[in-house]
C-alpha cells in the first residue's frame, strides 16, 4: 500500500478502502494520463490521474494538502464515489462541458461533496439544470451558488420552471424570491437572500384564549356563575349560564347554550337526541348546590355540572363556529381562520352559517386574494383557490410576499404565477388585436354632399372628418397606455 494513502485521513476512516481495497482501475480520459502527479481514489477504486495545479486552483483544501508535498506523484483517497468525483473533476478542469445529463440525484450528491472540499462550483450552476441546481443551492443555504443559478437565465426568454413541481424541500417563498432575483436581474438590496427569507417572519400563535370576550366576574357574581371547567376554555360566549360543554378534538373544552347550537348544528342536534339531552328554550339557572370555598369559611352556591358533548373538530375552529351560533356575531377576519370555519360548518350541518361565510369569503378573496389563495391551497380547497386565483389577477402580482410562502410548497404559488402569465398574455393579445390604424393615414375619401345641402352642414361635416385622426392617435395612446398596465393587474382591463 502508498505509504501516502495509508496516512491519509479520510482514507483511515474508511475501511472497506483501507483493509480491502477493490482493484484499482482508471477512470476515463482525461482523467488517465500517466504524466498526472496526483492520483485520488474513490470510495469504489477508481484511480483519477490528475494535475495538481488545477485542484489548488479549485478548493483551498487540495491547496492544504498538496502544497507542503514534494514527492513526484501524491496519492489521496477520497470520500467520495467515481461517479461523483467524475463530475467534480470535469467542472474543475478546462475542458469543453457539454451541457449535462446527469441526475439531479448525482448532482445532488456532487454538491455535498464540493461543499465538503471547498470546490467552487461556478460551472455547475452554469451547466446543470438551473432549477435544479438553485433548487440544491437552497436547501443547502449556498447564496453564491443559488445567484449564479438564476442569473445564468437572465437571457433565456424560452425557460420554463415547470419543472419545480417535482422537487422537494423548496417553498412557495424560496420561489418568490427566485422570480424576483430573475425579474429584476439581480439588482436587489443589498439584504436580499435567495437562500433565506428576505422579511422578518412573525411569530405563528397558536391561540388559546377564547374567540369572543369573555366577560369579567367579580366575587359578588358568584352567585350566579357557574363552577368553571379546570381543562382549558377556549370559548365561553357573553350570555350566562351556558347549559353544555363541548370537548373539542383536542381536549379543549367549550360552554355553550345547547339552544343556539342545536338550532345552527344538525350533526349537534342529532347527537343530544341521541344521548336524550333535552334543548331548552330559555335560560334557567338551573339547579344550585352548595360548595365549600377553598379561601373562605363560607359556602357559595354553584351551578350542577353540565352535560358534555365530542365534537370531533379543533377547538379554536368551534370557538369560532360557536360565536357565530350567536346573535350579535362578529365574522372572521382573516381568510384562513374563514375557510377553516367554512370547512368545518359543513361537516356539522351548519348551512345558515355554511352560507353566511361563503358569502363572507368573497369579500375577504376580493380584499386580500393572495392570502386567501394561500389559505386554500393550505386546507386543500381547491374550488376556493381557484376562485381567490381569479381575483389574483386583478391586481399586482410582482413583489407581493406574505408570510404564508414559506409554509406552503413552491408548486401551488407557481401554478399560480403561470396562470397570472397567461392571463396577462391574453389581455396583451386581445389588446394587439383591437388596434386602429395609426396616426398620419391618409383622410377617408370625402363623402358626397348633396348640392342643395345648406353651406353650413357641408362645412359642419368637414370639420367632423378632418377630427377623426386626432381622435385615432388618443384612442391609440389609450390603447398603449392599457397594454403597460396589464403587467400590473390583468385582470382590470376594461372591455
Known sequence: ???????????????????????????????????????????????????????????????????????????????????????????????????????????????????????????????????????????????????????????????????????????????????????????????????????????????????????????????????????????????????????????????????????????????????NIPILSVYTPGKLIKKKCKSCSHSKPTMSEPPMLSVKEEGTILGTLFQLCYPDHTLPTSPSTCLEALAAAGRLGMARIVAELRTHWQTLSKQDPLRAYFAAVRIGQSTYAEEAAKYVVHTRLYGQYIWEMETTPALPYYLLTAYYDQCRAAAKALLRSACISPAGSPLPPRDPTPSDAPPEVAAFREVERRAEPEVEVWLQEHLGGLYAAVDEHPGQMPP
Open 1 to 275: 500500500m502508498d505509504p501516502a494513502i495509508a496516512q491519509d485521513p479520510l482514507f483511515e476512516a474508511h475501511p472497506e478502502v483501507a483493509g480491502t481495497p477493490p482493484p484499482a482501475s482508471n477512470a476515463l480520459s482525461p482523467f488517465n494520463k500517466p504524466d498526472a502527479d496526483v492520483v485520488l481514489r474513490s470510495l469504489d477504486g477508481v484511480e483519477f490521474l490528475v494535475r495538481s495545479h488545477i485542484l489548488i486552483e479549485a478548493s483551498p483544501w487540495f491547496e492544504a494538502q498538496l502544497r507542503p508535498l514534494t514527492s513526484s506523484q501524491t496519492h489521496l483517497a477520497l470520500d467520495a464515489y467515481s461517479t461523483t468525483l467524475d463530475i467534480l473533476l470535469r467542472i474543475c478542469y478546462p475542458i469543453p462541458k457539454p451541457k449535462s445529463d446527469r441526475s439531479i440525484a448525482d448532482i445532488e450528491t456532487a454538491l455535498r461533496v464540493a461543499v465538503q472540499y471547498q470546490l467552487e462550483l461556478v460551472d455547475l450552476a452554469r451547466r446543470g439544470p438551473a432549477i435544479e441546481v438553485w433548487a440544491l443551492a437552497c436547501r443547502m443555504k449556498r447564496e453564491a451558488l443559488a445567484r449564479r443559478s438564476v442569473e445564468s437565465t437572465f437571457d433565456d426568454d424560452k425557460f420554463d420552471a415547470g419543472r419545480i413541481g417535482s422537487i422537494q424541500d423548496v417553498n412557495a417563498g424560496d420561489y418568490f424570491r427566485f422570480r424576483e432575483y430573475r425579474r429584476l436581474r439581480g439588482q436587489v438590496a443589498p439584504q436580499f437572500e435567495l437562500c433565506r427569507p428576505t422579511l422578518t417572519l412573525p411569530a405563528v400563535l397558536h391561540a388559546t384564549a377564547s374567540s369572543s370576550p369573555i366577560q369579567s366576574r367579580s366575587e359578588d357574581d358568584d352567585i350566579e356563575s357557574y363552577e368553571e371547567d379546570p381543562h382549558s376554555q377556549v370559548f365561553l360566549p357573553n350570555i350566562p349560564h351556558p347549559d353544555l360543554v363541548c370537548i373539542a378534538s383536542d381536549g379543549a373544552h367549550l360552554s355553550v347554550h345547547r339552544m343556539f347550537v342545536a338550532e345552527a348544528s344538525s350533526i349537534i342536534s342529532a347527537k343530544l337526541s341521541d344521548r
